[in-house]
């Protein structure tokens, strides 16, 4: 490769696994020697020798204090990067990491530059058009309605002690209860197994499970002795995985006394549009039908995604992994201490180790990258471009959605990323519109 005149530079690129390959650059000819020269200068303007005023060092002492290696070295940075730049125009290279740079050769004559570059992975598609979806059903029954209608009545019920001898426990009820918890192996009473007059409600599943099981059936007044197994990742590890008992006594049995469904009821909920029962039971219908359908085509489409990715051929670089999972790991961290949590809290609860934990991360990242090149591929594929104006209603959008004035917007997410997604998202739909 000639860059005018008799500046000469030549290049070979050589792909390796994981798209990661060796870039070779020779620089010999008026294009070494002038960078040679322009070292040596550079070196005469800066050094300093007793006797002499910096600038001023004649060239024949500054050759006797200079190595050619020094020069050499000087002149590899002056044209390292245009040697860079001209063979990335060559070979047609887009690296996503910063290269490293080896000298093998070098001389008067010509310098060797090796550069190893990770570049964007080639993708291979199979098939991406016309593959079939799975049915969407999004019937939604009367027993659904029913049940969402209950739990919109329970926040209006009234809560009502059982009377009579012959009261027992029932799912749904409040028992309230005297505990304390022994464990089996021992029967010694342990540290925060205890309390009195507790109100439990049975099929909260607040307790550890099969607790509130055994409750169901039991008479007021009356004595249970609850066997329970505590999880392999309780969050007390003296007792994680330990077979456990409680005895329990019911002291009281309360119920909820749903309201019946009535327009002052419905007028509470401050519905727009919907002011009596029969309105209300059809935006419920309709509501949830939207849901199910939503949820039963992200469902569909994640199926057509699966399979699309299967057939596709990539080799993904780890440092495009590791940067995914790096994200992945900062956002569950930061969802985690929204709730008043740590990723140390949750490797206890969940009985997984930070490496565990790292190992899912890594496997998701993977998922997810493999995922965004597919997408660019068909957008390529499909010559899907962004159009100035979908990139600013797209930030109107955003402002919206985020509650942000639209400046703030624009300094916070940059035009190339904005035209990325949208870019994905076009060729997700195209995906999805040519199902079956």
């Known amino acids: 490769m000639y860059l005018g005149g008799k500046e000469q530079m030549s290049s070979t690129w050589t792909l390796k696994e994981k798209s990661q390959g060796e870039l070779e650059v020779v620089v010999d000819g008026e294009k070494w020697a002038e960078a040679q020269k322009k070292a040596f200068n550079k070196i005469a303007k800066n050094i300093k020798i007793d006797g002499f005023r910096q600038g001023k060092v004649p060239a024949a002492i500054i050759k006797k204090n200079v ?42 004559e ?3 530059l090796k550069f190893t570059i990770t570049v964007r992975p080639e993708v291979k598609l199979g098939k991406y058009k016309g593959l079939k979806m799975g049915k969407i ?41 005297d505990f304390e918890g022994f464990t089996a192996e021992d029967d010694v009473a342990f540290e925060g197994g205890k309390g009195e007059n507790y109100p439990l409600e049975i099929g909260s599943n607040t307790f550890i499970p099969g607790f509130e099981d055994q409750l169901v059936g039991v008479k007021l007044g009356s004595r249970k002795k609850v066997k329970v197994k505590f999880p392999e990742n309780y969050g007390a590890p003296n007792l994680a995985g330990k077979d456990a008992y409680f005895k329990c006594k019911v002291n009281e049995i309360k119920e909820k006394k749903l309201p019946e469904l009535n327009e002052e009821i419905v007028a509470e909920l401050q519905i727009k549009d919907v002011k009596t029962v029969d309105e209300l039971k059809n935006y419920i219908k309709e509501s949830m039908s939207n849901y199910k359908k939503q949820n039963a085509e992200n469902k569909a ?23 995914e999972s790096d994200n992945l790991m900062i956002e569950f961290s930061q969802r985690l201490q929204a709730s008043g949590y740590t990723l140390d809290d949750f490797a206890k609860a969940s009985g997984k180790s930070n490496e565990d934990i790292k190992t899912e991360m890594w496997e998701d990242a993977a998922a997810r990258v493999k995922t965004r090149l597919t997408l660019e591929a068909i957008a390529k594929e499909e010559g899907i471009k962004v159009t100035p104006e979908e990139i600013e209603e797209e930030y109107k959008k955003l402002a919206e959605y985020y509650h942000m004035d639209e400046a703030k917007v624009r300094q916070m997410a940059r ?8 870019v994905l998202r076009k060729a997700s739909d195209l995906v999805r519109e040519s199902c079956k």
Request: aromatic share 4%; charged share 30%.
């Open 67 to 108: 190595s050619e290696q020094q020069i050499w070295m000087e002149a590899a940075d002056l044209v390292a990067n245009d040697a860079l730049q001209a063979a990335y125009e060559e070979h047609n290279l887009d690296p996503i990491t910063r290269p490293t740079l080896d000298i093998p050769a070098v001389s008067n």
């Open 110 to 112: 010509s310098i060797t």
């Open 137 to 177: 059903d999004a019937e939604v029954t009367e027993e659904e309605i029913n049940n969402e209608i209950s739990r919109i009545l329970v926040n209006y019920a009234e809560v009502v002690t059982k009377e009579g001898e012959e009261v027992k426990v029932a799912k749904g009820d409040i028992a309230v209860i």
């Open 301 to 323: 489409f994640d199926e057509v995604m699966t399979k699309i990715l299967d057939k596709t051929e990539v080799e993904i670089p780890d440092v495009m992994i590791q940067e």
């Open 415 to 422: 035009v190339d990323l904005v035209g990325y997604d949208i």
